[in-house]
Nanobody, 117 residues
Framework: EVQLVESGGGVVQPGGSLRLSCTGS????????MSWVRRAPGKGLEWLSAINEDGSRAWYADAVKGRFTISRDNAKLTMYLQMNDLKPEDTAVYYCNADRGPLYDYWGQGTQVTVSS
């Protein structure tokens, strides 16, 4: 069974930082492109960032560029999202995704990030 488990969410003040992790099992982790998306209260899914299989390339949405950094450690079957300078509008449930095409598309259960003073 394929599982992706996010962790590292929590409550942080504006300007603070968090590092999210996404650990996979049951799949050849290093063969998957990975991404982070979020869903803010009352809104749809928002794509944030993606990283290719070996971690050599990364892409970011304008909303997080310069504040968030995606990375991965395939030996640890884990992807990360370092989030700095957090803003109240970053409050959302954050999900990780592993993708190798429509038949191989997996999601984690999400981790809550709340940015509030």
């Amino acid at each position: 069974e394929v599982q992706l488990v996010e962790s590292g969410g929590g409550v942080v003040q504006p300007g603070g930082s968090l590092r999210l992790s996404c650990t996979g099992s049951g799949l050849p982790f290093g063969n998957y492109d990975m991404s982070w998306v979020r869903r803010a209260p009352g809104k749809g899914l928002e794509w944030l960032s993606a990283i290719n299989e070996d971690g050599s390339r990364a892409w970011y949405a304008d909303a997080v560029k310069g504040r968030f950094t995606i990375s991965r450690d395939n030996a640890k079957l884990t992807m990360y999202l370092q989030m700095n300078d957090l803003k109240p509008e970053d409050t959302a449930v954050y999900y990780c995704n592993a993708d190798r095409g429509p038949l191989y598309d997996y999601w984690g259960q999400g981790t809550q990030v709340t940015v509030s003073s």
